[in-house]
């Protein structure tokens, strides 16, 4: 008795179809979320997705620039968070024109919050089909006190990650020999 092979139905549910539309892009202005960034413009480019490109105002950056005054008080403290948010603003928007592209609709967004949980609820309330996004690799001792933003993101996302490594520059070196080590 021979089996058939499954046949295709062209037919089919559209579903199951990969469609992107609108692609995350954490930020944290590292090589690696500008890695990320550069990866998600190609993987969304034959879709015309939106790229939003989002980067998260952590409070313990804010916490970190009030501890440097001496002269704390609620106006001031204020100043002091306007302050860091324009500047993470422009940031992000200069981050957008040196690594985005002409051809894709890019959107930068800035929100203040914990990182993970910010990009978390962004995706699923705007809706984001894809997150692409760095790790640093961290492990051990690091890991366990620095935490993986990406693992608490892939933990509880309602849409897929894709996560890119970060090579460190050593390793990077023993992947892509020089052209002087291609030579021996």
Not at 36 to 44: C, D, F, N, Q, S
Not at 56 to 62: D, I, R
Request: proline content about 5%; hydrophobic content about 40%; some cysteine.
């Amino acid at each position: 008795m021979t089996s058939e092979p499954p046949t295709v139905n062209s037919s089919a549910d559209s579903s199951n179809e990969l469609r992107l539309k609108r692609i995350l892009v954490p930020t944290d202005f590292s090589e690696g979320s500008e890695r990320a960034l550069k990866y998600a413009i190609r993987l969304g480019k034959p879709y015309q997705a939106e790229i939003v490109v989002l980067h998260v105002f952590h409070l313990k950056e804010y916490l970190a620039l009030l501890s440097q005054r001496d002269d704390i008080d609620s106006g001031i403290a204020n100043e002091v968070l306007e302050a860091a948010k324009t500047r993470a603003i422009e940031k992000l928007e200069e981050f957008v024109r040196r690594v985005g592209n002409e051809d894709g609709m890019m959107l930068p967004i800035l929100l203040v919050g914990v990182p993970f949980e910010e990009i978390v609820r962004y995706a699923a309330e705007q809706k984001i089909d894809l997150i692409v996004m760095p790790t640093h690799g961290r492990t051990g001792l690091a890991h366990f006190l620095l935490g993986s933003t990406s693992e608490r993101v892939i933990s509880h996302s309602v849409c897929p990650v894709l996560v890119l490594r970060t090579r460190p520059a050593d390793d990077a070196k023993l992947i892509e020999p020089s052209a002087e080590q291609s030579k021996q």
